[in-house]
């Protein structure tokens, strides 16, 4: 998505020649292929662990430093590819984001009109909250499990599910937002409300 903005805000004469239907195929194969290879070792590391500390899991799926947290064995190669994990899905994805909103920003910062500036800044914002709403709750789980022994079962579970349902959930709800019918409807819709 940020790249599609990006593409729209800097060449948007040229966005259908950039973005074929043959290259936004090619990007999405290349993600979930990149999605399968980073998540099909996860189980093959767990499946060789020992479980002896119980079954009982913070949250309500299986989340690999959780479920590494119940094994006896030693579980070094799986934190370090853990790391790995990290590193390559989510630190790479993140910096290309911000990569991407620091060229839109230059893009935009060199458009001459304040409203031609703040149509295309409105064409990002949804995607910048879309990504907020994802990495936040995602942040807030990683240093859950560095404080686990200061943190309750409860808060795990509430921000576990937080992190599982919540950008799927708004993801259509900031999208739908966008649109000027759905925003008249709304305001209508506050405006009877209040009378």
Not at 81 to 98: E, P, Q, R, T
Not at 121 to 136: A, M
Not at 166 to 178: E, R
Request: glycine share 6%.
């Amino acid at each position: 998505m940020a790249f599609d903005r990006f593409v729209a805000i800097s060449h948007p004469l040229q966005y259908t020649t950039i973005l074929t239907n043959s290259r936004v195929t090619k990007m999405g194969l290349a993600a979930f292929l990149r999605g399968v290879a980073l998540m099909t070792p996860l189980p093959i590391l767990l499946k060789r662990l020992p479980f002896c500390k119980g079954q009982m899991l913070s949250y309500s799926y299986c989340l690999h430093p959780n479920v590494m947290k119940l094994a006896c064995g030693q579980v070094k190669i799986n934190i370090f590819y853990g790391l790995i994990l990290v590193i390559f899905s989510f630190g790479i994805d993140f910096l290309l984001i911000a990569l991407s909103y620091v060229l839109i920003f230059q893009a935009v910062l060199g458009i001459a009109s304040r409203e031609g500036q703040m149509k295309a800044l409105n064409t990002c914002l949804s995607h910048i909250f879309i990504v907020f709403i994802y990495y936040g709750p995602l942040l807030a789980i990683t240093v859950m499990h560095r404080i686990h022994h200061k943190s309750s079962p409860l808060a795990h579970a509430v921000l576990g599910n937080i992190y599982l349902f919540m950008p799927p959930m708004l993801n259509p709800i900031v999208y739908s937002l966008k649109t000027k019918q759905i925003r008249a409807a709304l305001r209508k819709s506050f405006k009877v409300q209040q009378a």
